[in-house]
């Protein structure tokens, strides 16, 4: 049981890392080689989506196809992909481009906090105490983030902040929507269709781009964000929940706004202030708040 647990951890820890140095690749490629974010948000979903068919399909066969001979579950699917899975990817590179990769992803990191608040309004509850304190928390390290510490003056440009906002938002619905298609179909085909599908309004834009820097580094730098950034770090992660709790899980997830900001700061020079490196941990610090109490009463 202990080396499945570390071979978890491990797992998580490098998929979540994998993530993070995606967000810093694709800042690179936005702001220094100029990649538009519609170009690259449609070539990840695509490549991905059809690398995670594949790798199902090598071992499942025609059940590939299985989604889409029940209508109301392909219906799902569609909602999933544009109400989930698109925004969420194009909402992060758009975040990232009007602002950079460390603000983006903590920003994104407020997903689970938004679900807190869905389900206490969907259920109608009040949220427990605990979550009350990670909101209160989290709104005051984003509010770090945004000003610097000084209450009159914006530190982050409003594009950056309204996409960051909106790429939380998406996550969650990211999160929330294929609860029904995960508790019947395997995940690599869930969330490769998803992506497959939600490719194809980028169609157009994929196939008439010019890139104005296409050399070497920038294919390697699509090629890191579509198999290590998105299929392996997505296979790590997922694999992970065989042997961790999601709890556990997602309290490492963590490890992905760490990755971006330690790497886009040490790597690209991107500088950070004291204040938005203590929002950032304000954020950060919710995930091990959320996982105490699970803990807690597990072992009880």
């Known amino acids: 049981m202990l080396k499945n647990r570390r071979v978890g951890l491990t797992e998580v820890i490098t998929g979540c890392t994998l993530w993070g140095a995606s967000g810093m690749v694709a800042q690179a490629l936005?702001?220094?080689?100029?990649?538009?974010?519609?170009?690259?948000t449609g070539v990840r979903l695509f490549w991905a989506g059809l690398l995670l068919l594949v790798w199902y399909a090598l071992g499942k066969g025609h059940t590939v196809w299985a989604i889409w001979r029940q209508?109301?579950?392909?219906?799902?699917l569609f909602l999933f992909s544009f109400l989930g899975m698109v925004p969420s990817?194009?909402?992060?590179?758009l975040a990232i481009y009007y602002g950079n990769a460390p603000t983006a992803t903590v920003l994104q990191f407020l997903s689970p906090l938004l679900i807190i608040l869905y389900l206490a309004a969907v259920?109608?509850?009040?949220?427990?105490?605990?979550?009350?304190?990670s909101i209160g928390i989290a709104l005051f390290g984003t509010y770090l983030l945004v000003t610097n510490g000084q209450l009159t003056k914006l530190a982050l440009a409003p594009l950056a902040l309204f996409w960051g906002l909106v790429a939380g938002a998406s996550s969650a619905a990211y999160t929330l929507l294929p609860q029904r298609l995960l508790a019947q179909f395997d995940a690599r085909l869930v969330v490769g269709w998803a992506m497959l599908v939600g490719s194809l309004p980028f169609g157009p834009t994929m196939v008439t781009t010019r890139l104005p820097h296409l050399n070497g580094v920038v294919v390697g730098g699509v090629a890191f964000i579509v198999i290590?950034?998105?299929?392996?770090?997505?296979?790590?992660?997922?694999?992970?929940?065989q042997?961790?709790?999601?709890?556990?899980t997602g309290m490492f997830s963590a490890f992905e706004p760490l990755t971006a900001t330690l790497l886009t700061v040490t790597v690209l020079g991107t500088p950070v202030t004291h204040f938005e490196i203590l929002g950032g941990l304000c954020i950060l610090a919710t995930a091990l708040l959320q996982a105490l109490p699970r803990r807690t009463s597990m072992a009880s």
Do not use: E, N
């Open 30 to 40: 936005l702001d220094q080689d100029q990649v538009p974010s519609g170009w690259l």
């Open 71 to 76: 209508p109301k579950l392909a219906g799902q």
């Open 89 to 93: 990817q194009l909402t992060y590179f």
């Open 123 to 133: 259920r109608r509850q009040w949220p427990r105490r605990i979550d009350v304190l």
């Open 228 to 241: 290590a950034g998105t299929m392996l770090a997505y296979l790590l992660y997922l694999k992970s929940l």
């Open 243 to 248: 042997s961790l709790d999601p709890a556990t």
